[in-house]
């Protein structure tokens, strides 16, 4: 069953944040983790999952998506510490 989600990645020194927007979140991660494609998160290993929101619709998920993307980084941060405060990996639990 497809549900849309926004989530944020990150490597392992936590400096460097990726937003992304999927319908099949534990598959996404495990692209993200294996590197099977090339491009932003490939580049800065961006393979743990810190934070994701569930949404009802895509419209939903893609809209809250950018609006994270317009963010500071600071403001990011702090939602992420929010529900995540050691910047656990919550891939492994997907």
Request: with cysteine; charged share 20%.
């Amino acid at each position: 069953m497809k549900h849309p989600h926004i989530y944020i990645m990150t490597n392992i020194k936590n400096p460097t944040l990726y937003i992304g927007v999927t319908s099949q979140l534990p598959q996404r991660v495990y692209q993200h983790q294996s590197k099977v494609q090339s491009g932003f998160t490939n580049k800065y290993n961006l393979c743990k999952l810190v934070y994701f929101e569930s949404f009802e619709s895509m419209y939903e998920a893609i809209s809250r998506e950018k609006q994270l993307k317009n963010w500071r980084k600071e403001w990011k941060n702090n939602l992420i510490e929010k529900l995540n405060p050691n910047w656990l990996d919550l891939g492994v639990d997907l």
